[in-house]
């Protein structure tokens, strides 16, 4: 079946620090790659998705690079904000009748000013 | 446009009573699905209904069960509630047909099983 994996937080980071999330994968098919960001009290909001090999997603300065090779999709931003603050998750969904999207287990971000 | 709105956006219940969520996707899409939000289990799926149809299926009891209208808005049923159904209950919407499947989310029904 298809898993997300994510890297554990709780991360700390000081205002324009370099972040850098990973996020691999395990799927059937050729799954198309997320990063959903939650923050505190809402629902989930898409910041970027992939849906090929070597596809890059940005958005708001995050990047992140649909890797096949190492099954990986990392998220990055060079200089973080205190609004950057919340929850990310990566997910990633396969084509065909099972539309659904399988989640990681996010990651909690915080910056300190 | 309007985004995906979801009502109530908190409820208390009491255990052994059942619940419904409601969900009006954004105007054109055409996919609704749902998702249970815990600390323990984090997001899973519950379901999705296209067309009226549930087209997918997660892996939770009979309990928990949908359907959505024609206009696209959905519902969300669970009976016979447990604690354990105490969660964040999220709402997505998608075009759907061809392209990858993107979700876009509502803010989500907080329910609290006592």
């Known amino acids: 079946g298809n898993s997300v994996t994510q890297m554990e937080g709780p991360v700390t980071l000081s205002e324009e620090a370099f972040l850098t999330i990973n996020c691999t994968y395990t799927?059937?098919?050729?799954?198309?790659l997320f990063w959903y960001v939650q923050y505190p009290g809402e629902g989930l909001q898409l910041l970027l998705k992939a849906t090929k090999a070597d596809d890059k997603g940005s958005n708001k300065g995050f990047e992140a690079t649909y890797r096949k090779e190492t099954t990986s999709f990392h998220l990055e931003k060079g200089s973080v904000q205190v609004s950057d603050s919340a929850v990310y998750f990566c997910?990633?969904?396969?084509?065909?009748?099972?539309?659904?999207?399988?989640f990681g287990s996010g990651t909690q971000l915080t910056v300190l000013p | 446009k309007a985004g995906v709105t979801q009502t109530p956006r908190y409820l208390i219940k009491t255990r052994g009573q059942q619940v419904t969520l409601s969900c009006s996707p954004i105007?054109?899409?055409?996919?609704v699905s749902w998702y249970q939000q815990t600390p323990g289990q984090g997001l899973q799926f519950l379901f999705e209904y296209f067309s009226e149809t549930q087209r997918n299926k997660g892996n939770f009891p009979g309990r928990f069960s949908g359907r959505q209208f024609s206009n696209s808005r959905s519902e969300m049923n669970v009976s016979t509630l447990e604690l354990g159904d105490s969660a964040l209950y999220l709402c997505?919407?998608?075009?759907?047909?061809?392209?990858?499947?993107?979700?876009?989310f509502g803010p989500g029904t907080r329910l609290t099983v006592t």
């Open positions: 997910a990633l969904s396969t084509s065909g009748s099972a539309r659904q999207l399988t």
């Open positions: 997505a919407s998608s075009l759907d047909g061809t392209g990858s499947y993107e979700q876009y």
């Open positions: 105007s054109g899409h055409r996919s």
């Open positions: 799927a059937t098919g050729y799954p198309s």
